[in-house]
């Protein structure tokens, strides 16, 4: 079952929730899908001051109505013990832990101090760099604090660099994450990767196929008058036509051709990639070689022009053989990397 969450980035009135909430509630949602909490905002992490900062504890009540009338979980942003003890206090369903705040090992350690004790399903977004090992770290630290729903949600990294996203995915972080944590439930955020609506189903769509356990996506009644992240949230009617045009697919296959057929294919990549060990050992061996003729010779490991022309080459020829230039860059300062570890 793929667990959807939404709701609006920042609950900013207790018509707002509610409309929301109810839009939300009363959708048919496609099957394999279900709807499993509410989400809303009511401390929001904002970049520069001044701008709407959250209604803070007066949107707890309102909270409370959609969970009581509506029979729907609530599942809000907690930054510091103070909205955690709040949160906590008025028995809202779940809690995220902000983006922001998970960047920061004493904030969170702040938060699992205050969670001991207490069951509630804590959702842990990345951080806003990269950096699995911090991502794991603050799931460890709920989950020592006792919790035993504790999952991810990848929601993209800032960068400096000019993107199409607002957080650009970086996908092989959630999935390293997944190898390293195999027991916790990754969701995906394509609202806060995407930062703007037309995007949203690709990027729906790439989480499902890799498997992600759910989506939160920000939905609101009202959109363009959002308070928060207006231009990255639809309607709960524009969420059902993204949800209905995502296909989800089975983690394995039923029809024995297909399988075996994968299995023809994966030997033959099993071979291959064999076969680019050797060459690359083969290689190592080669820059060894240059290494000690370099140090009788006393001369310098990088030589900046030599590997300026071994990159372009490399990118020449994945161009002549229609590969993906980035992907080969990648591998090709990998392995450069490798080789001048092994020349020092
Ligand atoms: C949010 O979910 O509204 C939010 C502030 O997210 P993030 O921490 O991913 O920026
Ligand atoms: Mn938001």
């Known amino acids: 079952m793929t667990e959807i969450i ?3 980035c920042s609950a900013e009135s207790e018509e707002q929730v509610l409309a929301t909430a109810g839009a939300l509630s009363a959708l ?3 099957e394999g899908m279900r709807l499993c909490a509410f989400r809303a905002g009511l401390w929001k992490p904002r970049t520069r001051p001044g701008s709407f900062e959250g209604v803070g504890e007066a949107g707890i009540p309102w909270l409370k109505r959609v969970q009581e009338e509506l029979h729907l979980p609530v ?3 907690v930054g510091t013990p103070a909205h955690l003890e709040a949160v906590l206090k008025a028995g809202l369903d779940m809690v995220w832990i902000g983006s922001r705040t998970v960047t920061n090992p004493f904030a969170v350690q702040e938060l699992a101090d205050c969670l001991k004790g207490v069951d509630v399903p804590v959702f842990v977004k990345n ?7 911090l991502w794991m770290g603050a799931l460890e630290r709920v989950r020592k604090a006792g ?3 504790v999952s991810a949600i990848h929601r993209g990294f800032s960068f400096y660099e000019e993107s199409r996203y607002r957080n650009a995915p970086k996908w092989q972080v959630p999935i390293e994450l997944k190898r390293l944590m195999p027991d916790v439930p990754v969701y995906c955020d394509p609202s806060h990767i995407c ?3 037309e995007y949203l189903g690709e990027v729906s769509q790439r989480a499902l196929d890799l498997g992600f356990n759910g989506l939160f996506i920000e939905s609101h009644i009202q959109p363009e008058a959002a308070l928060s992240d207006a231009s990255q949230q639809v309607t709960p009617a524009q969420l059902k036509e993204l949800l209905d045009a995502l296909t989800i697919k089975a983690s394995t296959s039923s029809d ?3 399988l075996s057929q994968i299995d023809a294919l994966r030997s033959q990549i099993d ?3 064999d076969e680019l060990l050797d060459l690359l050992a083969a290689r190592m061996q080669v820059s060894a070689q240059i290494g000690s003729c370099k140090k009788r010779g006393n001369v310098q490991v990088l030589q900046q022009s030599r590997w300026d022309a071994v990159l372009s080459a490399a990118l020449a020829g994945a161009r002549q053989r229609g590969l993906d230039e980035r992907a080969v860059k990648d591998i090709f300062e990998a392995i450069h990397r490798a080789s001048i570890e092994k020349q020092i």
Request: proline share 14%.
């Open 195 to 197: 930062g703007c609506r």
């Open 256 to 258: 024995a051709g297909i």
């Open 147 to 149: 919790v035993r729903s």
């Open 6 to 8: 939404s709701g609006p």
């Open 271 to 273: 071979r291959i990639d």
């Open 75 to 77: 599942a809000v942003e």
């Open 127 to 133: 951080p806003i760099n990269p950096d699995v090992q």
């Open 28 to 30: 048919a949602f496609p």
